[in-house]
């Protein structure tokens, strides 16, 4: 399943703060390495690790447009002078995009450039001599390669820290075939009700029982489809129900019962309900193999790859890709194979694999253009934009969002041109150009509006919140944290207020405005308690705790960490105890209560998977400061 995402900020908050204590007041120099899931996140994170450490200055050299083989020789080469004869460690140097020195291509062939065997050569050069802190930012697998290859090197590292993904930029991904524009707009409503009207007045006693049935059927599948259209799962959720289970009276099978089926399938994707949208398109596949209808299981298939996807299950969802595949060759669907390979290149992208995301890209546009499907290539130019957003290549990646906009513009697709301006909006914002950010975010607002597409506004003005937050400008961003409240309240997705709201709790806590933290956090375990997201309540409590530590309320912080673990135990997180068992023990260090401190902290560490190796360390370290405090009061 996906990471718990709020839970993820909570982590990867605590992990700042171990830096913090690692990094502070150092007179030596010394290594970092950050592994970090994506690009947004390191931007956030660089920014608040520069907060929480004022005495040094921040310096970022980005290596990805040269060819590294010593790292040492390019940071005296590259960094300025004052850094590199800097007499004491007054600097953090954050260095960038090394990986992508990893390998190089000789005629013609990618092969490995040496740049790891380099480093583990140059290991005390890089520890020992630069007066400077260096901070090494990279994916995972670019500390695994070096951990595997470069086990020296490896031997010298004492800070290496693993993030994890704490937010998703989610997209509709392409339908296998055309559907209507999700807009709710008032001749969308006054269809809906002239049908509704029309279900209400069917006569229950026509003496022709069969067509009467068959007349509710259609009018049941069209009002589920137009509620699906509206991002309305229970009204949609109850006719499709009423549609199907008529279908299964009525003894209706082929066709017609597939598509409801795999329109329902649809719908549960669509609101991440995976385990029924699995059921339902496996019901469909069956239905098909055994009905013969071959033109169907390809985009079966695909739908099966996507419910894969959606739940990073990356072999699984590239098995059925590759099946969706075959199928639409073997039943000469040209026209379809354009979206799978579509589908095929967000699945590597997501996985940050940048060169087979746009190998299938380019392919998906191939056939989109050999296939005459004009309309599908302002989507796959928008995903290409993310892929080139991702890497930090932000001229690529606002060229091939112009050049979405301008087939969505050509094919009519205005409902599609939000999505565009609001990634436009992002990639400003990750270059801190705060006016442009705003100016294409509002534009991405105002053709929701012009769509009706007012689902998605939400996001939007959560992200214009999250502009003013790293400006610091708090009003600004409250504000826009309750518009976003607002239209999740106003279309239904209830789901998303506890994110929101835990998320206004941590812009009060950061302003160290305690009492308005804890309402906020209140409110957010208010709202998971409701919509059932029981998995996100330990990261709450958790948080709840820290207010309290901070307030040195001692009794009410270790009250809440307990129910963190009480929910964490509940909702399987086990790996997740030992970072609130650790807060326990640090409650209990700071009332200098060093043996219930040391209890805590030895837990933490029995409780710490193998692989949060940076996290055992620093209660390794912990465990190794209260025992030296308890010997010093009892020598």
């Not at 590259?78 to 000789?106: F, M």
């Not at 169907?296 to 299950?313: A, D, F, K, L, S």
């Not at 075959?326 to 390979?341: A, I, M, N, S, V």
């Not at 999250?466 to 400006?471: G, H, L, M, N, S």
């Amino acid at each position: 399943m996906l990471a718990n995402l709020e839970q993820n900020k909570v982590y990867n908050e605590n992990l700042l703060d171990e830096i913090h204590f690692a990094l502070q007041e150092r007179t030596e120099p010394t290594v970092v390495m950050m592994s970090v899931p994506d690009y947004n996140l390191q931007v956030r994170l660089k920014e608040r690790l520069k907060s929480k450490l004022p005495a040094y200055s921040f310096y970022d050299i980005n290596l990805t447009p040269l060819q590294v083989v010593s790292l040492h020789q390019t940071l005296q080469k590259e960094l300025p002078q004052y850094i590199v004869d800097s007499e004491r460690v007054s600097y953090c140097v954050n260095v960038l995009g090394l990986e992508n020195s990893r390998l190089t291509s000789e005629n013609g062939q990618i092969i490995d450039s040496g740049l790891i065997a380099q480093l583990n050569f140059e290991r005390e050069i890089i520890f020992r001599k630069p007066n400077y802190i260096t901070i090494l930012w990279g994916d995972h697998e670019f500390f695994v390669q070096i951990q595997r290859k470069a086990p020296d090197l490896w031997s010298w590292v004492t800070n290496f820290f693993v993030f994890k993904q704490d937010e998703v930029y989610e997209e509709k991904a392409l339908s296998p075939a055309p559907t209507q524009t999700p807009a709710k707009l008032p001749v969308r409503e006054e269809y809906i009700n002239s049908l509704k009207d029309k279900l209400e007045h069917l006569p229950l006693n026509d003496p022709d029982k069969g067509r009467g049935m068959k007349e509710r059927l259609n009018l049941y599948s069209l009002l589920a489809n137009e509620y699906a259209n509206y991002f309305d799962y229970d009204q949609a959720k109850e006719y499709y129900e009423n549609a199907i289970g008529l279908s299964n009276k009525l003894n209706i099978n082929g066709y017609n019962l597939n598509k409801l089926l795999f329109e329902y399938g649809q719908l549960n994707l669509d609101f991440r309900k995976f385990d029924k949208s699995l059921s339902l398109y496996t019901e469909v596949l069956q239905k098909c193999s055994d009905e013969k209808d071959l033109e169907n299981i390809g985009n079966t298939y695909h739908q099966i790859g996507m419910v894969y996807q959606n739940q990073r299950i990356w072999d699984k969802a590239l098995e059925n890709y590759q099946e969706a595949i075959k199928w639409k060759e073997k039943t000469g669907q040209g026209h379809e194979l354009g979206g799978t390979f579509h589908q095929i290149g967000m699945n590597y992208e997501e996985q940050r694999i940048w060169d087979k995301a746009l190998e299938n890209y380019q392919e998906a546009i191939k056939w989109h253009e050999e296939t005459g499907q004009e309309h599908e290539l302002g989507g796959t130019y928008h995903q290409i934009g993310r892929v080139y957003e991702e890497q930090r290549i932000w001229d690529k990646a606002l060229e091939n969002y112009q050049e979405a906009i301008k087939w969505k513009e050509k094919t009519g697709q205005e409902h599609l041109l939000g999505s565009t301006y609001h990634h436009i909006g992002r990639v400003y914002e990750e270059q801190r150009i705060w006016d442009k950010a705003l100016e294409n975010y509002h534009e991405a607002i105002n053709w929701y509006e012009k769509t009706g597409q007012v689902h998605l506004l939400g996001s939007t003005y959560h992200h214009i919140g999250r502009v003013y937050e790293e400006q610091r400008i708090w009003d600004k961003a409250l504000e826009n944290y309750h518009e976003a409240i607002n239209w999740y309240e106003k279309t239904g997705q209830v789901h998303e207020l506890g994110g929101t709201f835990h998320q206004i709790g941590m812009v009060y806590e950061e302003q160290r405005i305690g009492d308005k933290a804890l309402e906020n956090y209140q409110k957010a375990i208010e709202w998971k308690e409701k919509t059932g997201q029981e998995h996100e309540l330990g990261g709450t409590y958790h948080q709840i705790g820290r207010v309290y530590q901070e307030q040195k309320i001692w009794d009410k912080a270790l009250e809440n960490y307990q129910e963190a673990i009480e929910w964490k135990e509940k909702t399987e997180q086990e790996h997740e105890l030992g970072i609130t068992y650790h807060q326990i023990g640090r409650v209990h260090e700071e009332q200098e209560k060093h043996s219930l401190a040391l209890e805590n902290y030895e837990k933490s560490f029995s409780l710490m998977p193998d692989y949060f190796e940076s996290e055992r360390e620093m209660v390794n370290r912990s465990i190794e400061r209260v025992q030296g405090k308890m010997v010093s009061q009892n020598p």
